[in-house]
């Protein structure tokens, strides 16, 4: 069986097939409500054998689409979707609640085993006003049959148009602990819900939570068919102040992200440019921790 990721377009979606298997299907332009914060988002993502590795618009968040990139809270605007957290009110359903237009892809190459995409975004502020211009690109790579495994880069560079400093932050900048996420975003399947969680440090579970670490490991199990799967995922890097710091949870459903602003935020000065870069590893099985530390030293960026 070929090893090599293809594309395959369609109108509003692009596929990356392995085989006869969708590895990721990118959508470009979702049919969503307003209050979901519109955004582009990868839904479903498979293992190679095609196994499910995402949840998508579940219903205790409907805004939690798969694999995307998102923001929580930016200078008084919600590209996250859903209620707002407010300090002293908890959360609020307000008109604040942007989206994340794609404007085209810049390029779409298949060559050397790799499928790279770049395209370039727009987010729109509630009020219908151009906040930030984004370079955006998905790298799927290092595909093994043999191993079970494939890799996907991203990274993007956000761009200040509002013509004010922006201030990039999330829920735990605001006064909810804990809550930090920002930035990508993943939304495991309901099954992997109390899945296992180790990181590069040693720690696990809920204590992973808001800690620095350079990757982290979530495994969780199948629903409908046998076996599980692994996503190993590191921080990347930012151009922000402040470190990458891990929100991570497997209960009461299993999401993480490395999120660029978990406690302190970032600020944007107009016309200056934040740049982020994450990479995650879907492993056709459930890995140990000795397997999952090996695996992330090979693959490390």
């Not at 060559?111 to 509630?126: A, K, N, R, Y």
């Not at 495991?188 to 982290?216: F, K, L, N, Q, Y």
């Not at 692994?230 to 151009?239: E, I, P, Q, R």
Request: charged share 20%; hydrophobic share 35%; proline share 7%.
């Amino acid at each position: 069986m070929s090893d090599r990721p293809r594309i395959v377009r369609d109108e509003d979606a692009l596929t990356v097939l392995v085989g006869d298997v969708g590895i990721a299907r990118y959508v470009t332009r979702p049919e969503a409500p307003a209050v979901e914060a519109p955004k582009p988002y990868l839904h479903p993502l498979r293992t190679l054998s095609g196994a499910p590795l995402t949840g998508y618009r579940p219903w205790d968040h409907r805004w939690h689409k798969g694999l995307q990139m998102t923001w929580s809270h930016v200078s008084g605007q919600n590209f996250w979707g859903g209620p707002t957290f407010v300090r002293g009110r908890d959360y609020q359903w307000l008109d604040n609640v942007g989206s994340m237009r794609h404007e085209g892809f810049d390029t779409l190459t298949e060559q050397d085993g790799e499928v790279t995409v770049t395209e370039s975004l727009t987010w729109v502020s509630s009020a219908g006003e151009r906040w930030v211009d984004e370079t955006r690109s998905h790298r799927f790579h290092s595909v093994d049959h043999g191993r079970g495994l494939w890799a996907l880069d991203f990274s993007t560079s956000l761009t200040n148009r509002r013509g004010r400093t922006l201030e990039l932050g999330s829920p735990t900048t605001h006064g909810r602990p804990d809550a930090g996420y920002t930035g990508l975003f993943w939304r495991g399947p309901r099954s992997w819900t109390g899945g296992a969680v180790t990181s590069a440090t040693g720690r696990t579970g809920a204590d992973v939570m808001g800690t620095e670490a350079d990757w982290i490991a979530f495994s969780g199990q199948h629903d409908e068919i046998d076996g599980g799967a692994t996503v190993l995922a590191y921080a990347g890097t930012s151009g922000g102040s402040v470190p990458v710091r891990w929100f991570v949870r497997s209960e009461p459903f299993p999401v993480f992200c490395p999120s660029p602003a978990f406690a302190e935020e970032i600020t944007l000065a107009p016309g200056d440019t934040l740049g982020l870069n994450h990479r995650l590893v879907f492993v056709d099985r459930i890995c140990a921790p000795d397997e999952a530390a090996a695996l992330a030293k090979e693959h490390t960026p």
